[in-house]
């Protein structure tokens, strides 16, 4: 009994030891103790896939391809009367007008919930460069991120398609965010960019009276 | 005559009793220790190939998850975010540094950066991403506190019972839409502000599944 109780002691004290303590930080990769098809043969997003050369799961559309949704509308190619895209659809997709210029229409019915929606997108993929207010002191610039600022006259006086294409496309040292960002989202930025703007450069005869007074204007 | 059994096989069955209970807790004690998510993934932390912080960038510098992170809320699927998205910043700041080099052959080349997978779900469970945290649960209820996060590791169990724990109980876990990704949110104590809460499981029709298809399909 008593070599049963050292041996039953030792084997105890040798698991604990070689095995730990949950919770501990270790490299080792989970093991799956019963892996009843736990990893199964199928494709999921973002994995890795022998069958191709570079191993990738997802596949790249071919050039010159254009996904579903993105730029024609459906129901209109086939419309009998379809000629093209329609002008109002290529200012929407591109911010520009037929002949190449930028359009100052915008192309999405302005409501609260847009510019709500565009305070969020700006909070999530603009803030961190061009700062809460838009001047350009996001929380970068310590980093050497250099942004620019929404409040001077020639972002004032530009139009709105060309905010809508720096968005998509990028501009200098910014990088586009058109494949993170769809048309609805640029444009409500494009909204919200225009919102800030106003915060900062307001005549006080838009200001109704009590807001003066608040101001003691 | 003689006795065909000494005396000490007397106590022989009871010590065998004895040794075959110790054994048997042993192995019960083992088993559901170690057997257990809480063991087997909590505390996994592998080396990634770029030793990327998320303690400085979702905490220090407070990005937004979904910056990054950008379908979170549109897919099924939380994207590792492509290359572009790091050189958005980094073809400015720390635009030569060796740490880098990783990422920045990854942009070039597009072969996509080998990132080790922490949190995986079995194939048979068909979690979606954008379905929790559009109604309200944070990104810190399965992933633990990712911005205080030098190395990611694997916070929480995810095993089944920790789904159910909160498919159960959706009004302790739930929190408004704007805290979402917000991971140092607490849960306010005063009872009118947990009871408003607690409301939203009613006023969002949240109905979490307990049946198996629901996440087993």
Redesign the interface.
Same mark, same amino acid.
């Given at each position: 009994?008593r070599i049963?109780l050292t041996i039953?002691i030792l084997?105890?004290i040798a698991?604990v030891s070689i095995?730990g303590f949950?919770?501990?930080?270790?490299? $080792?990769?989970?093991?799956?103790?019963f892996n009843d098809?736990?990893? @199964?043969a199928?494709y $999921?997003?973002?994995a890795e896939n022998s069958f191709f050369k570079?191993r @990738?799961n997802d596949r790249l559309k071919p050039s010159l391809a254009v996904s579903r949704g993105s730029a024609l509308d459906m129901r209109a190619v086939f419309d009998p009367d379809f000629q093209g895209v329609s002008e109002a659809r290529l200012i929407e997709l591109s911010g520009k007008n037929e002949d190449g210029t930028f359009s100052n229409d915008f192309p999405f019915e302005v409501d609260y919930k847009l510019m709500q929606d565009g305070q969020k997108n700006y909070?999530?993929?603009c803030?961190?460069?061009h700062g809460v207010s838009g001047d350009g002191n996001g929380?970068?610039k310590p980093?050497?991120?250099?942004a620019a600022s929404y409040h001077d006259d020639r972002l004032r006086n530009v139009e709105d398609g060309y905010i809508y294409d720096v968005i998509a496309n990028g501009k200098g040292?910014?990088?586009g965010l058109k494949?993170?960002l769809d048309m609805r989202q640029r444009w409500s930025i494009v909204l919200y960019l225009r919102a800030l703007q106003r915060s900062q450069y307001t005549d006080q005869n838009d200001l109704s009276n009590k807001e003066k007074s608040e101001l003691g204007l | 005559m003689a006795n065909i059994f000494p005396k000490w096989v007397n106590a022989v069955p009871v010590?065998v009793i004895?040794?075959l209970v110790?054994?048997k807790i042993?192995v019960v004690v083992?088993v559901t220790?170690?057997?257990?998510?809480?063991?087997?993934?909590?505390?996994?932390?592998?080396?990634q190939p770029v030793a990327f912080s998320h303690e400085f960038h979702a905490g220090t510098?407070?990005?937004?998850c979904?910056?990054c992170h950008?379908?979170v809320d549109r897919?099924g699927?939380s994207?590792?975010p492509?290359s572009?998205?790091c050189?958005?910043?980094h073809?400015?700041?720390l635009k030569n540094d060796p740490k880098l080099a990783t990422v920045r052959q990854s942009y070039d080349s597009?072969?996509?950066i080998p990132w080790v997978r922490v949190h995986?779900a079995?194939?048979?469970v068909y979690f979606n991403h954008s379905v929790h945290v559009n109604r309200g649960i944070g990104c810190v209820e399965c992933h633990g506190q990712v911005d205080e996060m030098e190395v990611v590791?694997?916070a929480k169990q995810l095993s089944m019972g920790f789904c159910l724990e909160c498919h159960r109980n959706p009004e302790d876990y739930i929190r408004p839409v704007e805290e979402v990704y917000n991971l140092d949110w607490q849960r306010p104590t005063d009872p009118e502000a947990i009871s408003e809460i607690e409301g939203f499981v009613h006023d969002w029709g949240v109905n979490p599944p307990q049946s198996c298809s629901g996440c087993h399909r």
């Open positions: 009994m049963f039953y084997v105890i698991t095995l949950r919770g501990s930080l270790t490299e $080792k990769e989970p093991v799956e103790v098809m736990d990893r @199964q199928k $999921k997003p973002q570079n @990738q909070n999530i993929y803030v961190s460069c929380v970068t980093y050497g991120i250099l040292l910014m990088y494949d993170r | 010590k004895i040794a110790l054994i042993a083992g220790y170690y057997f257990s998510p809480e063991y087997t993934r909590v505390g996994y932390a592998p080396t510098l407070d990005i937004d979904r910056y950008t379908f897919s699927h994207n590792v492509g572009n998205v050189m958005s910043c073809s400015m700041v597009g072969e996509p995986k079995p194939d048979y590791y694997h």
